[in-house]
């Protein structure tokens, strides 16, 4: 028994009719675009992680500004009551 219940004979024979039908080139085109098409599938969810983490450090630089402008306000306002 070999792959899913397939034979290697009969996995071979498949082969060999699929490769009369459309020809090596044709195959070997079929080949480089699937390639293709899976690295551009990766890049584009290794460019999504990065847009994500660029946006949580976004998030975070944002939060510790608005902190810091609060912080700031209130000073000032103790500034103001002590005078």
Known sequence: ?????ISIWQLLI????VALIFG???LRNIGGDLGGAIKGFKGAMNEGK???DDEAEADAI???TADEAEVTIAEKTETEEKS
């Open 62 to 64: 944002s939060e510790k």
């Open 14 to 17: 498949v082969l060999v009719i």
């Open 24 to 26: 090596t080139k044709k």
């Open 50 to 52: 990065n847009d994500a």
């Open 1 to 5: 028994m070999g792959v899913g219940g």
